[in-house]
């Protein structure tokens, strides 16, 4: 199954990864952003890891936890998923997610 990673997931791709580099180093950096992108992919072809989104507004957006964040995605018709937005634990998330998903 296909993986499509929108913008604003991009953008928290690359902020997680520098700070992950600047607290951890780059080696820990490559490893974790490279599992979150491995956890993304096993989403594709596992929908018992799906969670939908309860909160008014995100109708048809789904949810899995991977460590300290969390992944929102969409289904497309032919089974893959569009990677919306990857928030911190300690974010509001639903504000974040309202923001990221306006930048579609």
């Known amino acids: ?8 997931a991009r953008e928290r791709l690359i902020a997680i990864w520098q700070y992950t580099a600047e607290t951890w180093g780059d080696e820990q950096a490559d490893q974790y952003v490279g599992d979150l992108v ?11 890891f799906w969670r939908p989104v309860k909160e008014h507004g995100f109708h048809g957006v789904f949810c899995s936890r991977f ?10 018709p032919d089974g893959g998923i569009g990677v919306l937005s990857i928030l911190h634990e300690s974010m509001e998330l639903p504000h974040r997610l ?7």
């Open 38 to 48: 491995a956890h993304a992919r096993v989403l594709a072809s596992r929908k018992p």
């Open 1 to 8: 199954m296909s993986v499509e990673v929108f913008p604003a």
């Open 67 to 76: 460590r300290h964040h969390h992944l929102f995605f969409r289904e497309f």
């Open 98 to 104: 309202k923001e990221d998903m306006g930048a579609e």
